[in-house]
Nanobody
Framework: EVQLVESGGGLVQAGGSLRLSCAASGFIFDDYAIGWFRQVPGKEREKISCIRVSDGITYYPDSVKGRFTVSSDNAKNTAYLQMNSLKPEDTAVYSC????????????????WGRGTQVAVSS
């Protein structure tokens, strides 16, 4: 059974840091790309990072570039999202997803999703 489980969310003050984890099971981790997404109620889901697990190439949109870092520990089948310099507008439910790797750091489609973890940043 394919499973992704996020952890590490919580409440933090603006300027603080959190590290999210995405523990994967049920598939060959190295064949996949892991994406991190966030969603605020009433808004579209935003893709905030990707990593192609086999070689570690990454993607970030401008909204998080320079503040967030995605990584993976292939021995542990786990991806991480280090979030620094957090802002109140980073408040959202953060989810990881897995899809077969493509040419770039992001999968063409994601077919396995975690349930998400809440991140709240106070001002």
């Amino acid at each position: 059974e394919v499973q992704l489980v996020e952890s590490g969310g919580g409440l933090v003050q603006a300027g603080g840091s959190l590290r999210l984890s995405c523990a994967a099971s049920g598939f060959i981790f190295d064949d996949y790309a892991i994406g991190w997404f966030r969603q605020v109620p009433g808004k579209e889901r935003e893709k905030i990072s990707c990593i192609r697990v086999s070689d570690g190439i990454t993607y970030y949109p401008d909204s998080v570039k320079g503040r967030f870092t995605v990584s993976s520990d292939n021995a542990k089948n786990t991806a991480y999202l280090q979030m620094n310099s957090l802002k109140p507008e980073d408040t959202a439910v953060y989810s990881c997803a897995a899809g077969l790797k493509g040419r770039g750091p992001c999968a063409y489609e994601y077919d396995a999703w975690g349930r998400g973890t809440q991140v709240a940043v106070s001002s």
